[in-house]
């Protein structure tokens, strides 16, 4: 089977920081993969190895069938990459910005247009505005453009909507969705939880390790406890009591209520809870069974690390 991606045993070392300690996993043509973390687990330095802009200590990887150190100069023909921090030319317009990175790659913007042109049309109306002066979603958009103007076989985006809103969030989202749909394979890395059911297969990461690689709906299922929100009038007291309860393996704080996790063999543990929590003084404590979310998965896996 060939593959997008293909990386084993990645280590990489900045002085005493272990960022990456011998990563290895898979993608395959024309999925979306998502790497999901928080911030400091590797995610960045793994995707600058990955597109030739660093070097691994140790392991190995191919990208598009191509090795990664003896093959760097073809990868960077084929693949694009949009880096977490906005790095395109402040000073220069958005058109302009869009044409230099066409010419860096020896093409033009009219040829590849037809890849471009649903995110464009958001981008025209603002086309000899500075970049520098752009939106937070709106520089987005441009640097997408720029990552996809020389008609790459892989896409590497890196935290793409940190710190943009929620509306900009569902349409590069849906963006994503279209890209797939015309068989370009992509690897997005985000922090945020909720973008990993976009995902053909997400890999939980963690302090430079993964966790566990599956399809979104795989991981929850592997989810192995029964899981509780409950909500109180003092939610912070809540807390600390709910992290006492004689059944409780771990809870912690989710929006407007708190997740209690317990073990399956459990099985109900509705009544005993609130007796628990009436004795100390919780009046009418809200209980319910509910179904583990990405989030739910990822700090049982890292409890269990």
Not at 75 to 80: N, Q, S
Request: aromatic share 10%; glycine share 8%; charged share 25%.
């Amino acid at each position: 089977m060939s593959y997008g991606v293909i990386a084993e045993g990645l280590r990489k070392r900045y002085g005493q920081v272990e960022a990456l300690k011998g990563i290895s996993f898979s993608v395959r043509p024309g999925e979306l993969f998502g790497l999901i973390g928080p911030d400091g687990a590797g995610k960045t330095t793994l995707f600058r190895i990955l597109a030739t802009l660093l070097l691994p200590d140790e392991g190995r990887a191919e990208v598009l069938g191509l090795d990664i150190v003896r093959d760097w100069r073809q990868i960077r023909r084929l693949v694009g990459y949009m880096p977490g921090r906005f790095s395109l030319y402040q000073d220069l317009s958005v058109e302009e910005n869009l044409r230099f990175f066409a010419t860096i790659f020896q093409t033009t913007v009219e040829a590849n247009y037809d890849l471009i042109r649903d995110i464009y049309t958001w981008l025209e109306p603002f086309k000899n505005r500075r970049a520098g002066k752009l939106s937070g979603g709106m520089k987005q958009k441009l640097a997408l453009c720029c990552a996809l103007i020389h008609r790459p076989k892989l896409l590497f985006l890196d935290e793409p909507t940190t710190g943009v809103d929620p509306v900009s969030r569902v349409e590069f989202w849906d963006t994503l969705d279209h890209l797939r749909a015309q068989g370009m394979t992509i690897l997005v890395s985000t922090p945020y939880m909720d973008e990993a059911a976009r995902c053909d297969r997400i890999m939980l990461t963690r302090e430079g390790e993964a966790l566990r690689t599956d399809t979104p709906d795989g991981i929850r299922e592997a989810y192995p406890f029964a899981l509780w929100s409950v909500r109180s009038v003092d939610m912070p007291r809540l807390l600390a009591d709910l992290r006492h309860f004689h059944e409780a393996v771990a809870c912690f704080a989710f929006g407007d209520s708190h997740h209690l996790a317990t073990p399956l063999s459990s099985g109900d543990i509705s009544e005993p809870l609130r007796n628990y929590l009436g004795e100390l003084g919780h009046q009418s404590p809200i209980i319910e069974r509910i179904e583990p979310g990405i989030e739910d998965c990822f700090m049982a896996l890292s409890q269990m690390e």
